[in-house]
């Protein structure tokens, strides 16, 4: 007859817990949802500031990032006065790209990228320092062309306006400097 050697349970216990511990320890620092620091609930925006060539878009970004700001939860909106921060976005670019043809004409446009760029600073109101930041972020939406291009644009700014201030959400609750 074969004897098997008897497993303690408290050992195996012991074993279970030091095994756990060993493979937790990498997760201390990692945390789900924001990264912002624990001083950093609220955020004053003032109007983005337009440095393009595209006239107004300014007005549908910052209404964008700010749906956007509501919808994450990770910050509140509130006034300059109230607000532990201060979100500054500046337009740096805007463009649009042809990216569709009409079929068999390939000098006709049919389809376009509309590319908004833009660069933000999130500082803090109490010692103006730095809470995030980025050079570049960009958000683009492709559109068709239909009619004349002044409206096609008005109706892709939107969507391209909420691609923009996803980005800038996302780059500002996910920073790691």
């Not at 195996?12 to 620091?37: D, I, K, N, T």
């Not at 209404?63 to 909106?77: E, H, P, T």
């Not at 291009?149 to 920073?175: F, H, N």
Request: glycine share 6%.
């Amino acid at each position: 007859m074969i004897r098997r050697p008897r497993i303690r349970p408290l050992a195996v216990l012991a074993l279970a817990f030091a095994a756990a511990a060993v493979l937790l320890s990498g997760c201390v620092e990692y945390r789900l949802g924001s990264m912002l620091p624990n001083d950093v609930r609220t955020v004053y925006m003032p109007t983005c500031v337009n440095e393009t060539h595209e006239p107004r878009i300014e007005m549908d970004v910052t209404r964008s990032i700010l749906s956007q700001i509501q919808m994450d939860g990770s910050l509140r909106i509130a006034s300059e006065a109230a607000a532990d921060t201060v979100l500054d976005v500046k337009l740096t670019g805007f463009e649009l790209d042809p990216v569709g043809y009409v079929s068999g004409e390939s000098s006709t446009v049919d389809q376009y990228r509309m590319r908004i760029t833009a660069s933000f600073v999130l500082r803090r109101q109490a010692d103006n320092s730095v809470v995030a930041e980025s050079p570049s972020v960009t958000g683009w939406y492709d559109f068709d062309f239909t009619g004349d291009l002044t409206s096609s644009k008005a109706v892709a700014l939107r969507p391209a306006a909420d691609d923009l201030g996803r980005r800038i959400v996302a780059a500002i609750v996910q920073y790691w400097p």
